[in-house]
């Protein structure tokens, strides 16, 4: 990787960070202290494999949401303005009718001209929401790291399998896991989404610390990760099936003062000659729906 590639990130990081402390009237400590861990994250997760360029590192630290929301704010602020000098025209006005005779054709046209103008700013401030919109979906469309996790996406996920499907091997064949939060409906109806969103991140950052660089990990939906496993036998991908449940059976997640007891359950396969990525996929969900049927907290294979 080009020193070159990584001052460009690191002066990305702390041009964000110092535009962040800008945007925030009373910035913390403990928010700056967030910060350096997600620039941490991202350096940590850097290799050399393609889908781990300096580029999508780059998406994962993106600024562009909080680019959006700003201008959102800065919109917002100036359609405040606009309309806070129509309320002073509106009081100027009615203050002129208690110092003379009312005229009412003038009263009227100024009425009018205040009316007028709020229409004016009301369209205005719809046309710079649905820009916004259109941004953000723009966004969301583009990226490949998921905003919650800073793991990779399911779109990225689709790609990285196509290139899996599309490539001639002939040994160590990747491995596939699918790993699914136990009762995770529950944890967020006794405890809140905010705690179903911490959950999520506490796996990912417990996949990201025990799994090696080469293997990847994506989130494939709701509370399911999909981790690709590469260069390894079939032996090697069972033990580090049963290492991460044990992980993630050991490390309590403690939420406004309360444990938070959480397990998994995994299903896995290896890929096949001949896989579509849809194959791929739907081999490992099915040992994953065999895991579950069978008391969950546990691991099924379908090599």
Known sequence: MQNDDLKSLVTQMYDDLLNYIDLEENTTKEQVVEYLKDAVNVLESLNEDEIDSIK??????????????????????????????????????????HEQHINLPKLTKKFDDIQQHM????????SIISQLTQQVKQLEETTQIDALTKVFNRRALIKYLEKICSTKRE?????????????????????????????????ANILKKTLRDGDK???????????????????????????????????????????????????????????????????????????????????????
Do not use: W
């Not at 993106?62 to 602020?77: D, F, G, L, V």
């Not at 040994?171 to 999520?200: C, E, M, R, S």
């Open 56 to 97: 999508h590192a780059k998406l994962a630290f993106t600024n562009a949401y909080k680019e959006i929301a700003s201008k959102s704010i800065s919109s917002y602020k100036d359609t405040s303005g606009k309309f806070k000098e129509l309320t002073q025209m509106h009081e100027k006005t009615l203050n002129e009718c």
């Open 119 to 126: 229409n004016d700013e009301v369209i205005k401030a719809n």
């Open 171 to 203: 040994n160590y064949n990747p491995h596939l896991l699918i790993l699914d939060i136990d009762d995770f409906k529950l944890v967020n109806d006794t405890h809140g989404h905010i705690a179903g969103d911490k959950i999520l991140i506490f796996i």
């Open 217 to 303: 990990i994506f989130r494939y939906g709701g509370e399911e990760f999909v981790i690709i496993l590469n260069r390894i036998d079939d032996a090697k991908c069972s033990s580090i099936t049963l290492r991460l449940l044990e992980l993630v059976r050991q490390n309590k997640l403690i939420y406004k003062g309360k444990n938070i007891q959480v397990t998994t359950s995994i299903g896995a396969t290896k890929y096949r000659t001949g896989d579509t990525p849809d194959a791929f996929i739907a081999r490992a969900d099915a040992a994953l729906y065999r895991a579950k049927v069978s008391g969950k907290n546990r691991m099924f294979s379908e090599v």
